[in-house]
């Protein structure tokens, strides 16, 4: 009956949301911008996602006669085809003959020589709402080298998909890394607008010349809307499931355990050929998200999440850390299950999750110990935010 009551709530939040306005993305809203554009020499920060409707933002900026002078792209580079962690290279755009900026390749920050010709920069690219989501980590770092380097900032904000809720550990210092650039629990709930606006006011950024920060917002949305992306952001988010699963499943990375990569499924299945327990079996094979997949060929034996309705995941507003504890609970092989590298720390964002995973502690008593850090995070969160809760 619950289900019934929730799934009933959220078709008429859906039906009442379509009924008031559609979100109108920041990039959509080009009279509010292209003036601070006009007679500019300007970079833009963009990949596949960076579109006005079905027109990707560079063709349309070109069209409209400005004058881009580079692109920048983040991880899954220009296109989003490239896989995760796949080193991206720079290289020319076919139609355009514009040079395009790998800062998933050799550098993860723009230098001198690619920022010395700018008058502006443009970020325009959809995140998802987590923080180990590396678009977020790019923008903190191109909008530092701007910063530094005196160069207006203009970001053209768009709805989070998982901006409904906060939760999660709020990184520790020592575990800072492009996986964690800031001091953010791991649903941080704000567009990349308001994390913009954040970096900046909370001196989280290094500034050593006057700078502009412009965000400019999106119309028709709050932090509760129900926003399901028009395009996939990365390969292996392929729908709203996927997007809304991964923060939670997203932590299963810094384990052996395989998250569905090279299945059609990613973020929607997980599995290890070792694990005897769950509800399906699946075999990862290489594909354009994942070219050489963990357990390529291996039957993987584990739980199936592609049934959850959609609905029931968006409402659920929490990190689910059952699928951890219950996957570390009946793995034959614990010595092992954590790697080695300390890849899960950084996800996590500190080393107590592993060790309370390892000591037997409830989902509950976990929730509990971030307490404190995510109301101190509230209060600063509260101070930036664009739209209403």
Known sequence: MYAKKTCLLFCVMMVASSLWAQVITGAERTSAYLPMLEGKRVGLLINHSSRIGQVHLLDSLLALRVNVQRIFTPEHGFRGND?????????????????????????????????????????????????????????????????????PFIVLDRPNPNGHYVDGPVIERRE??????????????????????????????????????????????????????????????????????????????GTVISVGRGTDWPFQRIGHPDYTWGNTIFTPRPNDGARNPPYNGQSCNGYDYRKLPVDSLFTLKKLDLEPLITFYRHFPDKKHFFLRNGYFDMLAGTDQLRKQIRHGHTAEEIRQTWAADLEAYHAIRNKYLLYAE
């Not at 690619?114 to 590396?134: E, H, K, N, P």
């Not at 129900?226 to 990365?234: A, E, N, Q, W």
């Open 83 to 151: 896989g995760a962690g796949d080193v991206v290279q720079d290289s020319f755009d076919e139609q355009t003959g514009l040079k395009i900026v790998s800062l998933y390749g050799k550098k993860l920050k723009p230098d001198q020589y690619d920022l010395a010709d700018l008058d502006v920069m443009v970020f325009d690219v959809q995140d998802v709402g987590a923080r180990f989501y590396t678009y977020i980590s790019t923008m903190y770092i191109v909008l530092e080298a701007c910063a530094q380097a005196g160069i």
């Open 176 to 253: 800072l890394s492009f996986v964690g650039v800031a001091r953010l629990p791991i649903v941080h709930g704000c567009t990349v607008g308001e994390l913009a606006n954040m970096f900046v006011g909370e001196s989280w950024i290094t500034c050593n010349a006057p700078f502009t920060l412009n965000v400019i917002r999106c119309e028709n949305y709050t932090h509760q809307s129900f926003y399901d992306l028009p395009v996939k952001p990365s390969p292996n988010l392929p729908n709203a499931r996927a997007v809304l699963l991964y923060p939670s499943l997203c932590l299963f990375e």
